[in-house]
């Protein structure tokens, strides 16, 4: 008999062994209702996170950009209008205005990790005969890199920008012909134009986004652009990135500037995501209700199998309370063991899924995430499922009257 | 008051007194029935008592009654002079540990423990928990009981004789004032129930336990201090 163990444990572990094949079965399905779990959180945290992932390495946080610009009724005088039709104008590209200010007020901010300057815009990159039209990101490369982790997706050349330097998408090397090494003639609609070299190729993951990136200085883009010391959006990235959205809402009520939160761009995702975690729940409540009420059928069968022992030990001066706890602790070890093999059966079958389950090219479809908190969670459900499980057999056992019990 | 001082004198030679104690079961019901009428009964310190008396007479009834497994219907029951009726559920079930131990014919140990663990059952159901204490009494109780080598054995791997003794041995575990045993030999053979018996006189005569033995064997009844017959639910003289 173990030292440690007080008297309830020692009878609820006994009668738990003594009971080989029921235990058995029980335990089995729990097993099996907590692998569910385990399996399909484990993969919807997996699938999650690596959609995060590749969003937020590959788009800044929080984006801002100058405001909308809308036309205004023409006025003569008080209350008197010269032209009442206004047209949306068209959006011209334009600097934000003061966004040195509006830049160094965001570095200043706690929740902020990383803050940087990007000019975009549209220009046409020519080599020999090819051309493509192409959107242009003038970037400083060490404060942009910590937001667009460019450097992780660099599949030839390296991540270098000097104001010489052309960083394109693999796709558009292929259309263009060319590779690192190249010249490549850059030409904005204003008719400048630049000759500068391929430094790196990158990978971003998706075909479309690879056949128009390229990244050059910020100055470089900026003279190209026609925009010297201009800058159309400033992006930004956050300590929280759940938080985003809140604080661009902030920034944006605090400044001239428009600012979007990568939650609000990839809005139709979290609906997913919502809809889908709404799904596991019930899955989940529908899962713990199935092994509880398996736990409750098998302890209730094992208070009559074991009356006549019940009897005997309040003959011998065990309390109502105590005959009580063998039994809850019958259900919460049930459910904690159930949860262990469980969760060993769930990081199996998530693991075999994991080396079969792949994207079209050929790479993983979702990460193994195996968090510690979700087997501690899972862990503890189960425990409690258990308990509660127990408690009807458990206060029958109690209720039980020796004299009865012992002659039956 | 009189009532009281009359407990208090008496606490010393009495273990257990019994006032007009009724029993029915059923009450309520149109199947009522009385099986004990007005029972009137006094063990003293040390006694070792026979109760006999024809099936369905009211014997075991009897015994549930004093060991504090069963309420009296009416009447007075006294434990060492202490009335029971005022107790609660949990005063009742400590003054059971410590005060009674039970020898029953049937489902005599817990099968999923060995000899040894069923001996130490009661003393760890009062304690909560295991101690080498508790271990070294059960393992002397059961040297006592002259099983010392089936002590690691499981319950149901041991003779019936053997069961029953192990029985003796866990009665005895709380050091109990009172031992009541319901027919202990009744499933054994001569010799084996002869030896169990032999046991309980021993003890009885060694530490003064009090001893309260339902049994069918007149030869085994001559034995004891006093018989008394049970009939139709009253004590015959
Ligand atoms: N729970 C009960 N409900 C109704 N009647 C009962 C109950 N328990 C016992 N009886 C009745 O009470 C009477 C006495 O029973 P008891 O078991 O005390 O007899 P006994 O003297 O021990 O008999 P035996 O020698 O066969 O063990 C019997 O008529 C029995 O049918
Ligand atoms: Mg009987």
Redesign the interface.
């Known amino acids: 008999?173990?030292?440690?163990?007080?008297?309830e444990w020692?009878m609820a572990v006994?009668?738990l062994?003594?009971g080989r094949l029921q235990t058995i079965f029980i335990i089995g399905g729990i097993s099996i209702g907590v692998a569910v779990i385990v399996f399909m959180s484990a993969m919807l945290a997996g699938l999650q996170a690596n959609f995060i992932k590749r969003v937020l390495t590959s788009q800044p946080q929080i984006q801002l950009l100058a405001p909308d610009q809308v036309a205004r009724p023409l006025r003569k005088g008080a209350g008197e209008l010269e032209d009442a039709l206004v047209q949306r104008p068209s959006q011209r590209v334009i600097s934000i205005d003061q966004w040195p200010k509006i830049a160094s007020q965001m570095r200043a901010m706690p929740e902020v990790t990383a803050v940087s300057p990007t000019i975009l815009g549209s220009v046409l990159v020519v080599r020999g005969d090819a051309s493509r039209s192409v959107t242009l990101s003038g970037v400083e490369p060490d404060s942009y890199f910590k937001i667009v982790k460019v450097p992780d997706y660099i599949v030839a050349g390296e991540p270098r920008l000097t104001s010489e330097d052309i960083i394109i998408g693999i796709e558009l090397a292929k259309d263009l012909g060319a590779t690192v090494g190249d010249k490549l003639n850059v030409r904005a609609a204003s008719g400048a134009t630049r000759v500068l070299t391929i430094s790196g190729l990158v990978d971003l993951g998706n075909k479309g986004v690879n056949q128009r990136i390229c990244y050059a200085a910020l100055r470089t883009a900026q003279s190209l652009l026609g925009m010297i010391g201009g800058v159309t959006t400033i992006d930004i990235t956050v300590t929280d990135i759940y938080a985003a959205e809140e604080i661009a809402q902030r920034i944006q009520a605090a400044n001239a500037v428009e600012a979007d939160s990568w939650i609000k761009t990839n809005a139709q995702f979290f609906t997913a995501v919502q809809a889908q975690q709404n799904t596991n729940t019930l899955i989940r409540l529908f899962v713990g209700l199935s092994v509880a009420f398996g736990i409750a059928a098998v302890l209730v069968v094992s208070v009559i199998q074991r009356s006549?022992?019940i009897?005997?030990?309040?003959?011998?001066?065990?309390?109502?309370?105590?005959v009580l706890r063998v039994f809850l602790v019958q259900g919460g070890l049930l459910g904690f063991v159930g949860s262990l093999f469980g969760a060993v059966m769930g990081v199996f079958a998530l693991v075999y899924w994991h080396s079969l389950a792949r994207q079209a090219d050929g790479t993983e479809l979702f990460p193994l995430m195996l968090e510690r908190s979700l087997f501690i969670y899972t862990a503890l459900l189960a425990t409690i499922t258990g308990l509660l499980a127990a408690m009807a057999p458990a206060v029958r056992a109690a209720k039980l009257d020796?004299?009865v019990a012992?002659?039956g | 008051m009189a009532n009281r001082e009359e407990d208090a004198s008496q606490k010393a030679s009495e273990i257990l007194k019994l006032e007009r104690v009724c029993k029915a079961y059923n009450v309520g019901l149109p199947t009522e029935t009385e099986v004990l009428h007005d029972i009137d009964l006094k063990l003293d310190h040390g006694e070792f008592l026979a109760l006999m008396g024809p099936s369905g007479s009211g014997k075991s009834t009897l015994l549930n009654i004093v060991g504090l497994l069963d309420r009296p219907t009416s009447g007075r029951l006294l434990i060492k002079g202490r009335d029971t009726a005022a107790l609660g559920d949990a005063e009742i079930t400590r003054l059971r540990g410590h005060t009674i131990g039970f020898v029953f014919q049937y489902h005599l140990l817990i099968s999923a423990f060995t000899a040894r663990e069923n001996v130490m059952m009661p003393m760890l159901a009062d304690r909560g928990f295991p101690s080498a204490e508790i271990e070294a009494r059960a393992n002397r109780l059961l040297g006592q009981v002259g099983l010392e080598k089936f002590a690691g054995n499981l319950a149901n791997n041991m003779s019936g004789g053997q069961q029953q003794r192990v029985a003796v041995a866990r009665a005895l575990a709380m050091n109990p004032d009172l031992v009541l045993a319901d027919e202990p030999t009744g499933n054994l053979d001569t010799r084996s129930a002869d030896a169990v018996f032999e046991l309980m006189r021993q003890v009885n005569r060694d530490s003064g336990t009090s001893f309260l033995l339902v049994t069918h064997n007149m030869d085994l009844a001559r034995r004891c201090d006093r018989i008394i017959e049970v009939v139709d639910g009253r004590i015959r003289a």
């Open positions: 008999m173990n030292r440690w163990l007080p008297f020692i006994r009668f062994r003594e006549k022992d009897g005997i030990l309040r003959a011998m001066g065990t309390s109502r309370g105590q020796p004299v012992i002659r």
